[in-house]
């Protein structure tokens, strides 16, 4: 069964306090991972889609990687407008599987 | 610079009634998915519609929903005769295709059963 796995469930960083979420996944077929930013009250942002092993991509304080079996969002140097949840999936054919999150708050 | 559209944000009905939420895609998009946000949960898929065709409606529930995406207009997500247990977000995405494109999604309604 296609699935995807997000950890940790919540973060707490002071300002300045680099760290990295994880995504991992077990997907037959796999057609692009991408993450995706959500603020209270609003649809998904999408931030990057990856395709395969190796590939990185980086926006501002944000840089995604890939591997075969998982993906790191990593956040450096993040301010408290990085707080946020983050989101990945995983598309496979026509379908998009999404994980539940990692909820990230930013202390200044 | 006109994103993925959805209304009405929030929406509240009472067991029984009809609800139906509206999307429209980004300019240019032709695909259409409709998810379910409950909290603490994930997105879950419901159905993803081309104009005029549903492509996969296998996370839709058998009874009480129904999508369209009709060749003029929105998509719309048609739930009837609602219940307690309905009460959650309701998301739309778009994408320009079937290739390799992210979904685009629009701000939800978020459906209250009384």
């Known amino acids: 069964e296609d699935q995807v796995t997000q950890s940790p469930e919540a973060l707490r960083l002071q300002e300045g306090e680099s760290s990295s979420l994880n995504c991992s996944y077990t997907?037959?077929?796999?057609?692009?991972l991408f993450w995706y930013r959500q603020d209270p009250g609003k649809g998904p942002e999408f931030l990057f889609t990856l395709y395969s092993a190796g590939e990185e991509k980086e926006k501002e304080r944000l840089k995604a990687t890939l591997t075969k079996k998982e993906s790191f969002l990593h956040i450096t140097a993040p301010k408290p407008e990085d707080s946020a949840t983050y989101l990945c999936?995983?598309?496979?054919?026509?379908?998009?599987?999404f994980g539940t999150g990692t909820s990230l708050t930013v202390i200044p | 610079n006109a994103g993925v559209m959805q209304n009405p944000r929030h929406l509240v009905r009472r067991r029984g009634q009809e609800a139906r939420l509206r999307c429209s895609p980004m300019k240019g998009h032709s695909h259409v998915y409709w998810y379910r946000q409950l909290p603490e949960e994930g997105l879950k898929f419901m159905v993803y519609?081309?104009?005029?065709?549903?492509?996969?409606e296998s996370g839709m529930p058998k009874e009480r929903f129904s999508a369209e995406f009709p060749k003029e207009g929105p998509s719309i997500l048609r739930i009837q005769q609602v219940v307690r247990g309905d009460s959650a977000a309701y998301f739309c995405?778009?994408?320009?295709?079937?290739?390799?494109?992210?979904?685009?999604f629009g701000n939800g309604t978020r459906l209250t059963v009384t």
């Open positions: 995405a778009s994408s320009a295709g079937t290739g390799d494109f992210p979904l685009h």
């Open positions: 999936a995983v598309r496979t054919g026509n379908q998009f599987y």
């Open positions: 997907v037959s077929g796999l057609r692009g």
């Open positions: 519609l081309q104009k005029e065709n549903i492509i996969d």
